[in-house]
Nanobody
Framework: QVQLVESGGGLVQAGGSLRLSCVGS????????MGWFRQAPGKEREFVAG????????DYSDSVKGRFTISRDSVKNMVSLQMNSLKPEDTAVYYC???????????????????WGQGTQVTVSS
């Protein structure tokens, strides 16, 4: 049974930092792209950041580029998201995700991802 277990998140003031981590298990061949989506109340789930298995090819949404950094340890099936200079509009439930297909890129489409974590709340106060 594949599982993605997230940790981190919480409440922080605007301008502060948080770090999210996610560990995957239950898949012998590991995962291809891994990443993070987020969903704020009343809004659709949106892509935040993703990284391919190599750990070198990364992609970010324009809204977080320059503030968030994604990293990966493919041996441990772990992906992390360092979030700096947080803004109130970053408030959302953040979901770890993993792709079971080698697409040769980081997909920004939530439909591409077969596996999801349970989500962790990030709240940024103004």
């Amino acid at each position: 049974q594949v599982q993605l277990v997230e940790s981190g998140g919480g409440l922080v003031q605007a301008g502060g930092s948080l770090r999210l981590s996610c560990v995957g298990s239950g898949r012998a061949v590991g995962f291809y792209a891994m990443g993070w989506f987020r969903q704020a109340p009343g809004k659709e789930r949106e892509f935040v950041a993703g990284v391919r298995r190599s750990g070198y090819h990364k992609d970010y949404s324009d809204s977080v580029k320059g503030r968030f950094t994604i990293s990966r340890d493919s041996v441990k099936n772990m992906v992390s998201l360092q979030m700096n200079s947080l803004k109130p509009e970053d408030t959302a439930v953040y979901y770890c995700t993993a792709d079971a297909v080698n697409r040769g890129l980081v997909s920004k489409n939530a439909q591409s991802y077969a596996y999801w974590g349970q989500g962790t709340q990030v709240t940024v106060s103004s």
